[in-house]
């Protein structure tokens, strides 16, 4: 079945940018999501990228989707300590109707 | 800005007894679902309902589970007899249409014991 893979922890400096790596094994995608989910608390939709886009921004936010490699990624420009949390890149193929896949969620840690 | 409401935001329980969860959905939205994430685990998707009836589920979803919109704003998920393998923070979702962005509630953490 579906696959959505992501790295484990990333750490990053205080206004440094931080990119946050997915890879996916569905070609057949429609949209590819970004969940911010800060501890205790539920998943917080960031932004999506519909499939047929290369780049999307939004303020300092930055998805670049690679459809030929299937990779998605998210990055944050002028990374703060409240970016710290737990992503999640999450997939919706064109053929799973409305069944979001999840990656496994990458830890970010923000040091001042 | 709407959001997707749930309670309780915890619950423990013993083996064996029945759990209903509860959700608000935003209020124009269509589409619901549950989705649950054990600890350590990924995000899982559980069930899909739509004009009130179930459209997708996942193997997850056995006779165990079963979901119901008893009026025009709950949507609840029950699990019959819950085991100890249960325990996962469930979340609930509603979206405004097929494929469209799904919005998350903040979850409740079941404790089955």
């Known amino acids: 079945g579906e696959d959505v893979e992501q790295s484990l922890f990333l750490s990053v400096r205080e206004g440094d940018s931080s990119v946050i790596n997915c890879t996916y094994t569905d070609s057949s995608s429609t949209y590819l999501y970004w969940y911010k989910q800060e501890p205790g608390a539920g998943l917080q939709l960031l932004t999506y990228?519909?499939?047929?886009?290369d780049m999307k921004q939004d303020q300092r936010l930055t998805v670049l989707l690679n459809k030929k490699d299937k990779h998605l990624s998210l990055r944050i420009a002028d990374t703060q300590t409240g970016d710290s949390a737990i992503y999640f890149c999450?997939?919706?193929?064109?053929?799973?109707?409305?069944?979001?896949?999840f990656g496994g969620g990458t830890r970010l840690m923000v040091k001042p | 800005e709407p959001e997707v409401t749930q309670t309780p935001s915890h619950q423990v329980t013993q083996m064996g007894q029945e759990v209903i969860l509860r959700c608000v959905p935003i209020?124009?939205?269509?589409?619901f679902y549950w989705y649950r994430q054990i600890l350590g685990q990924k995000v899982e998707f559980l069930v899909s309902f739509y004009n009130n009836e179930i459209s997708e589920k996942s193997e997850i979803f056995d006779d165990q589970f079963s979901v119901e919109r008893p009026d025009g704003s709950n949507f609840t998920l029950k699990i019959r007899s819950t085991k100890l393998e249960d325990s996962a923070m469930y979340f609930c979702?509603?979206?405004?249409?097929?494929?469209?962005?799904?919005?998350f509630g903040p979850g409740t953490r079941l404790l089955v014991l």
């Open positions: 979702a509603s979206g405004g249409g097929l494929q469209e962005t799904q919005y």
């Open positions: 990228i519909f499939s047929n886009m």
């Open positions: 999450a997939h919706l193929p064109n053929n799973a109707g409305n069944m979001l896949t």
């Open positions: 209020s124009n939205h269509l589409y």
